[in-house]
């Protein structure tokens, strides 16, 4: 295999830009999580939501968001549907099987 002059065997993969990659970590200088509550975050703390333990949904896919209340919505329909079929399941054979009582009572009687 040759290579043109001035370079080597080595490869480097895409997004392998190391001065890039080095300036970006040298501006990241504060590393401590914030919290979006309005409490003291050991006071948030427990099973249940507490009042100011919480923020407004600024997304749509987060807690609360109206994705989450569609995807409720939509499950809830769903539930509904299936609920339907097998009631009317149900009430068509109920039926069949009255009507074939009632045939044999009427042939043997």
């Not at 895409?14 to 050991?42: K, L, Y």
Request: one cysteine or more.
């Amino acid at each position: 295999m040759l290579l043109p002059a001035g370079t080597t065997g080595a490869t480097e993969g895409p997004g392998s830009n190391h001065a890039t990659t080095d300036s970006v970590v040298d501006t990241i200088t504060d590393t401590t999580a914030g919290w979006r509550i309005e409490n003291d975050p050991s006071e948030c703390l427990g099973f249940l939501p507490k009042p100011g333990c919480g923020y407004e949904p600024t997304d749509a896919g987060e807690r609360g968001g109206s994705l989450q209340i569609t995807l409720f919505l939509v499950m809830i329909g769903a539930l509904a549907v299936i609920g339907t079929v097998v009631a009317r399941n149900i009430i068509r054979r109920d039926r069949m099987i009255n009507a074939a009582a009632a045939d044999q009572t009427t042939e043997t009687g």
